[in-house]
């Protein structure tokens, strides 16, 4: 039997908190090195964490949003180490009472719906940054980040393949982007996550996990899984034992390396954190919240599909991004432009996307200019831009340096009408087939496909603008006369 | 021995927090006075006392200037104001070099205010140094100071108690009117009783920690070191109350503590219990110590107090788990001294690792106390150990609460012994920490349940003279009452002598 892999991610994402979450420090990416540090976040002796509360708000709507129980009463503990980026020594984190315990996340994949279950989410500040190889005189430290205020997702093994991995993953960022929870921004380290990796035989028990760190992209997250389950079937296949590791991701040289063994491990000697007193949060503050959790993208992609018929694949790029999703749909409306719906998620997630990726234009530059794109869609559905007229309006806006919306009006200005009428289109055909004398004979003669080519021949001289179909017709006719 | 004694010549700072604040807000004498009067007694005293790590004499004088200008242009003035006062070395002044007795912090100088700091600028106080102490507050005879020990203001060659032991000697000698230490396990009391003054540790949470150097913060709290139970509640007053910055503070109001103690009234009605465990049955307890306890509870009976036995049979088991929690916390809380963004960093040659910093900076920077408490720490909360040491010492921590809480419903206060023994020669137990560690005997067991206590002079001992404190317990965030029935003993006891400049015993 084959093995199979055992996955289990966990997923620290950063939460949407102007401050730190024991100080007043702002936590907004890309300031100068230490700008945003204080005498909490520095460990000064006698400074004190406070805890903050939008942080708790945030954590809770986590939980919430993806079915957890949330603890009246939990509590925050020391993590012990030494490195410089750790300015106290410890963490504060939450490990023997977390804030939302249980939960589960669906996700549809290939092979039908896919439940991976959450064993708990807990709050944690995060660390600074050490810089290894900036200055010859040594490492640097930016405390920028240390204190910015952390979930960590805590997944059950339940995932099978990588792609299963990468599914859960990009839905649960779909879910903490739509409740506002997380930005993320897997490039900026919003978003991170660590993969626990085992291989079995179905029915057996789980073998030997190894925990790899630092996966920072999708892309990551998948090469590293697959390439750790082919790594331990070899292993184990070659008659050897997979130990007990935690390994790091080389996405370089596509494979995962040791970082440190079982025995290595730290003894991170935890214990109640006992300058916070235990968090409590009250029932009604649950309830509050939970009444005003926003629809989630699950309900979004099926609310799409019931009454726009919008492809499920379509929906789930647009659900990606809730900014995306709220102007997709704010750009339908919800008039008779919602018919367009479907074609236009299509539009948006094709021909839109692709431009989009060859331009140099900001998300919020292409959601702004969505309804201005739904004209355009509209136009083209109903043959009032010929494909080629389309790419032309596409390729020479988003190459325009003004806003989207306004280099398309420009271009769908510029680009004209189609020629649907058969007297402005005579000439042209006339003079096409009158050129191509000998191939006219041969489409009498039978040979049918040749009407191709002369579509071909006319669609070109009138530069793309021309109507296809009166075009056939007007050929046809005139060939068969 | 007599109050006369110590009064260098129109000396007005041998006045306490309350006498002193009436006097300067009356114009009866200048805070500039005042605070030059306090910074010659420091000269006098300092050479063998050693009570101080940093004397601020120009900011002490300019404070109280602006004292005398304000109530020259009639200005309100604060409940303190030009009354000057000490800071134990745990605890952030803005601008005044902080080393909490450690050479691991030997030049460095906290950016903030500590919560308890900036609340006695607020009410007038002239703040004139910070007061030595045992190296992270480690200690029990102020002989673990990377400084060198506070002398005994009574007998200079005893130790002055620890680790709050340079405020303790300052306070008995009249240098300021009195001033802030913490008590971790008995760090105010302690001292206080073998230098003859009041030490009074609040409730956990009454007062902020919010820019104190952590022991152990479970068990840390900011207390008072006076020459009276009135001006402990003086001082106690201005300090206690909620913080922002201190997220276990309490938001329950403090009453006005020192309005309430005017005069003394009687204990009628009062209920004490005298833990058996503290006097009857206490192991190591002197017999002078134990014979001036026992006149003091007659004292506190004859004034209509219920005087009662009560047993708290888990104290016993109190030290083991103090020395196990507050270990365990002190590994975490001294973490953050790696050499890396202050304090003391090895001179290492280029090269030399990362582990090599942190061990040779900490190996250089902490004494052997603070060592020995890490590595104990340390031990009791690694893997394999955690649930024999640490954890188990919660649970005692829980029983010994527990055990207060019922002697508590039944009584007002717990009264007994706040140290086994008067203060001891110096170097005496220098090489035996163990029992170094059980002069804590009385005093952890009220940071173990948070409870307030308080330790005041009873009559001195029998044979040597020197300073014998009583201790009282009191109900979680109840100082009022606990206060009142300090202040009623004191007032039974009468007035208590102060050793003078000229009393050395060499
Ligand atoms: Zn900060």
């Not at chain 2, 120009?58 to 404070?63: E, K, N």
């Not at chain 2, 309490?250 to 309005?259: I, M």
Request: charged share 20%; proline share 6%; net charge neutral.
């Amino acid at each position: 039997m084959a093995w199979q892999g055992v996955i289990g991610l966990e997923v620290h994402a950063q939460l949407r908190t102007r401050s730190k979450i024991f100080c007043a420090c702002p936590t907004t990416f890309g300031a100068a090195p230490n700008a945003h540090t204080c005498p909490v976040c520095l460990g000064h002796p006698g400074a004190l964490p406070v805890l903050n509360e939008r942080a708790v708000r945030l954590a809770v709507v986590a939980g919430l949003a993806l079915d957890c129980a949330i603890a009246t009463r939990s509590r925050f503990d020391r993590k012990n180490y030494f490195y410089p980026d750790l300015p106290k020594g410890y963490q504060i984190t939450q490990v023997t009472a977390p804030l939302c315990t249980g939960g589960h996340l669906d996700v549809a994949t290939a092979a039908g719906v896919v439940r991976g279950r959450i064993h708990h989410i807990h709050l944690e500040e995060d660390a600074g940054k050490s810089i290894h190889d900036a200055s010859p005189a040594g490492t640097l430290v930016d405390l920028n980040r240390a204190g910015t205020p952390l979930i960590e997702i805590v997944g059950e093994p339940d995932l099978r393949s990588a792609d299963d991995a990468v599914a859960w993953l990009r839905e649960l960022r779909a879910i903490l982007r739509h409740t506002g929870v997380c930005d993320g921004n897997m490039e900026e380290g919003s978003l991170r996550c660590d993969a626990n990796v085992s291989v079995h035989r179905p029915n057996a028990p789980f073998g030997t996990r190894c925990e790899i760190k630092n996966l920072n992209s999708f892309r990551a997250v998948r090469d590293a899984i697959a390439h750790e389950i082919e790594r331990q079937q070899a292993v184990i296949d070659a008659g050897g034992v997979v130990l007990q590791q935690t390994r790091l991701w080389d996405a370089e040289r596509s494979r995962t390396l040791p970082m440190r063994s079982k025995e290595e491990a730290h003894d991170y000697r935890y214990f109640p954190e006992p300058d916070l007193l235990p968090l409590h949060v009250a029932p009604e503050l649950v309830a509050e919240l939970r009444a005003a959790l926003p629809e989630l993208p699950a309900a979004r992609r099926a609310r799409w599909s019931a009454a726009w018929g919008v492809p499920a694949a379509a929906a789930a790029v647009l659900c990606d991004e809730p900014v995306r999703a709220d102007a997709f749909e704010r750009a339908l409306g919800a008039g008779p432009a919602a018919d367009l719906a479907a074609a236009f998620a299509l539009f948006v997630t094709g021909q839109v996307q692709a431009a989009h990726q060859r331009s140099a234009r900001t998300d919020a530059d292409v959601d702004a200019a969505l309804p201005v794109l739904l004209d355009v869609c509209a136009r083209w559905v109903q043959g009032r831009l010929t494909n080629k007229m389309l790419a032309d309006v596409l390729q020479s806006a988003f190459g325009g340096d003004a806003a989207l919306g306004a280099e398309l009006e420009r271009a769908l200005a510029q680009v004209g009408a189609v020629v649907t009428d058969a007297g402005a289109l005579a000439p042209t055909v006339d003079a096409v087939l009158a050129e191509h004398a000998d191939q006219a004979a041969r489409y009498r003669a039978g040979h049918t496909p040749v009407l191709g080519f002369f579509v071909g021949q006319v669609m070109r001289r009138l530069g793309g603008r021309g109507d296809a179909q009166a075009v056939q017709r007007l050929l046809q006719q005139r060939l068969d006369q | 021995m007599l109050h006369a004694a110590l009064s260098l010549p129109g000396a007005p700072a041998v006045m306490g927090v309350v006498e002193t604040a009436h006097a300067i807000a009356a114009g009866a004498v200048r805070a500039s006075d005042v605070a030059a009067a306090a910074l010659a007694r420091i000269d006098a005293f300092e050479g063998d006392l050693h009570a101080f790590l940093h004397v601020d004499r120009t900011g002490a004088l300019a404070a109280a200037e602006r004292v005398d200008a304000d109530r020259r242009a009639g200005l309100p003035l604060g409940p303190l104001a030009g009354v000057p006062v000490h800071i134990k070395d745990m605890i952030a002044v803005a601008g005044m070099p902080l080393t909490a007795g450690s050479k691991m912090l030997a030049g460095w100088t906290p950016p903030l205010d500590a919560t308890v700091v900036a609340r006695l600028r607020a009410a007038g106080a002239v703040l004139i140094g910070k007061t030595n102490q045992d190296e992270f507050a480690m200690g029990s005879s102020n002989e673990n100071s990377a400084f060198g020990p506070s002398r005994n203001p009574w007998d200079r060659t005893r130790v002055a108690g620890g680790s709050s032991g340079g405020a303790a000697a300052a306070t008995a000698a009249g240098l300021g009117c009195g001033g802030l230490g913490t008590d971790t396990g008995g760090s105010v009391r302690q001292p206080a009783a073998l230098c003859g003054v009041v030490g009074f540790k609040p409730t956990w949470g009454r007062v902020s920690r919010a820019g104190v150097v952590a022991f152990a913060s479970s068990l840390d709290q900011v207390g008072t070191l006076t020459r009276s139970v009135a001006d402990a509640a003086a001082l106690y007053t201005a300090i206690a109350g909620s913080d922002p910055l201190d997220a276990t503070s309490d938001p329950r109001p403090v009453a006005d503590c020192a309005a309430d103690l005017t005069e003394a009234k009687d204990l009628r009605g009062v209920r004490l219990g005298v833990p058996i465990e503290y006097l009857d049955a206490a192991d190591g307890l002197d017999a002078g110590v134990r014979q001036r306890i026992e006149e003091a509870l007659a004292t506190l009976a004859q004034r209509g107090a219920d005087v009662r036995r009560v047993s708290l049979p888990h104290v016993r088991f109190g030290i083991a788990a103090y020395y196990l929690v507050c270990t365990a916390e002190a590994s975490a809380n001294l973490q953050r001294y790696d050499g890396v963004r202050f304090g003391h960093r090895a001179a290492l040659a280029p090269g030399a690792t990362l582990d090599s910093l942190y061990a040779t900076s900490r190996g250089e920077g902490f004494g052997p106390e603070v060592k020995r408490r890490i590595l104990l720490g340390t031990f009791a909360l690694s893997a394999g150990f955690h649930d024999a040491y640490y954890r188990k010492a919660c649970q005692v921590r829980r029983l010994v609460h527990d055990d207060f809480a019922r002697a508590l419903r039944d009584c007002d206060a717990l009264v007994g012994p706040t140290s086994p023994v008067c203060a001891w020669p110096l170097g005496a137990h220098a090489h035996d920490p163990l029992a170094m560690y059980l002069m804590d005997i009385f005093t952890v067991s009220a940071n173990l349940a948070g409870l307030p206590a308080l330790s005041v002079p009873a009559a001195p001992h029998p044979a040597s003279a020197l300073p014998v404190g009583l201790q009282f317990v009191g109900r979680a965030f109840d100082e009022a009452s606990l206060l009142r029935v300090a202040h009623a003993f004191e007032a039974a006891r009468g007035p208590c002598a102060w050793p003078a400049p000229a009393a050395r015993s060499e």
